[in-house]
Nanobody, 119 residues
Framework: QVQLVESGGGLVQTGGSLRLSCAASGRTFSMYTMGWFRQAPGKGREFVARIRWSGDTYYADSVKGRFTISRDNNNNMVYLQMSGLRPEDTAVYYC?????????????WGQGAQVTVSS
């Protein structure tokens, strides 16, 4: 069982930066691929980024070059550094984990953190 708790959301102006954090419980954290998804109002949940236990990363085209995902296996933490934020990045951001190396299936979700980008 893994529990995920996000923090760091908030309101930021266009072009600004935010860092989301995800604290994970469980002794096998390093075995999981970790990632971030987001859901904008009236839209479905979409993939943002993922990081394998090895540190290998993958991003959605919409955030590539602006967002950076990282993990600290010693402290069971995952981060999403977001810069160059745009109004279309406004969404609830969810931390996710799974044993699938590409995170095509998510085993655990966090409760979500609101990110609002004002124009």
């Amino acid at each position: 069982q893994v529990q995920l708790v996000e923090s760091g959301g908030g309101l930021v102006q266009t072009g600004g930066s935010l860092r989301l954090s995800c604290a994970a419980s469980g002794r096998t954290f390093s075995m999981y691929t970790m990632g971030w998804f987001r859901q904008a109002p009236g839209k479905g949940r979409e993939f943002v980024a993922r990081i394998r236990w090895s540190g290998d990363t993958y991003y959605a085209d919409s955030v590539k070059g602006r967002f950076t995902i990282s993990r600290d296996n010693n402290n069971n933490m995952v981060y999403l550094q977001m810069s160059g934020l745009r109004p279309e990045d406004t969404a609830v951001y969810y931390c996710a984990s799974g044993t699938n190396v590409d995170l095509r299936a998510v085993d655990y979700w966090g409760q979500g953190a609101q990110v609002t980008v004002s124009s």
